[in-house]
């Protein structure tokens, strides 16, 4: 009776009149935020690893595999905890990282940039990883920021299941409000093994995404970052 009422539940679902069938493998992006339900938060977090091992130990024998064998009587455990204290940590507001902001006394008035920045996320699609880089750049209004933290917010929005698009405005809007500044870039270069993995199995591209806000919208600062990102 759930399976099938979760069969009819899936099938129903639409984007601008086409099926998910339909769709199949096409790239969605819906929105800003990362789709969450209103009671996200309503399980705590062991409550949540608890069920999620119940229900993969359930998918595991649906496929088949030997949940008394030494190997893999832990893996629901052990996904788990993956699940909800690793590769999808982000989708807790908790786990924000906290920022400090100092002063700009060197009176640095260049750009900033932090780059080849590793981080991986997961495809929301297929739930199989994405691997890739960042690369980060700022103009400071005022205030700077630890280098360090620039890598954690990145780590903070890779660590859900993640559009590149959307994991790229994410990372540019949170450092333009921390830093109170338009003048900041974001450019993300990564490999989605939902294309090189499986269907369409190519292993050679790579997919590029890049936020330019403030004085980052002009060919100048362009070129000028670039140089920096190819030195």
């Known amino acids: 009776m759930q399976l099938e009422k979760t069969r009819r539940k899936t099938n129903s679902h639409h984007f601008n009149g086409l ?7 096409d790239h969605l992006y819906t929105g800003m935020e990362t789709p969450m339900k209103k009671d996200a938060f309503k399980l705590s977090d062991e409550e949540k690893k608890e069920r999620i091992s119940i229900l993969f130990e359930e998918i595991m024998d649906v496929m088949g595999l030997d949940l008394n064998d030494d190997s893999l009587k832990g893996t629901p455990k052990r ?3 993956m699940y909800i204290d690793e590769i999808f940590s982000g989708l807790n507001p908790a786990n924000k990282p906290k920022v400090a902001l100092f ?9 900033l940039v932090e780059k080849n920045i590793t981080f991986y996320s997961n495809c929301e699609h297929h739930f199989v990883p994405i691997i890739g880089k960042a690369h980060i750049a700022y103009i400071s209004s005022g205030k700077v920021i630890g280098l360090s933290k620039l890598n954690r917010i990145v780590q903070y929005y ?23 500044t338009e003048d900041v870039t974001v450019i993300i270069d990564a490999k989605h093994l939902c294309v090189s993995s499986r269907g369409i199995k ?3 591209s790579a997919t590029v995404t890049a936020y ?11 070129t000028e970052l670039q140089n920096y990102l190819n030195s």
Do not use: C, H, W
Request: net charge negative; charged share 30%.
């Open 79 to 81: 996904v788990a905890k």
């Open 19 to 25: 099926s998910v069938e339909e769709i199949g493998d």
């Open 158 to 180: 890779a660590k859900r299941p993640q559009v590149q698009e959307r994991l790229t405005n994410q990372i540019a809007f949170e450092l333009k409000s921390i830093l109170n």
């Open 212 to 222: 330019y806000g403030g004085k980052f919208n002009s060919s100048e600062k362009i």
């Open 103 to 111: 002063d700009n006394k060197y009176q640095y008035n260049q750009m």
């Open 202 to 204: 190519d292993d050679t």
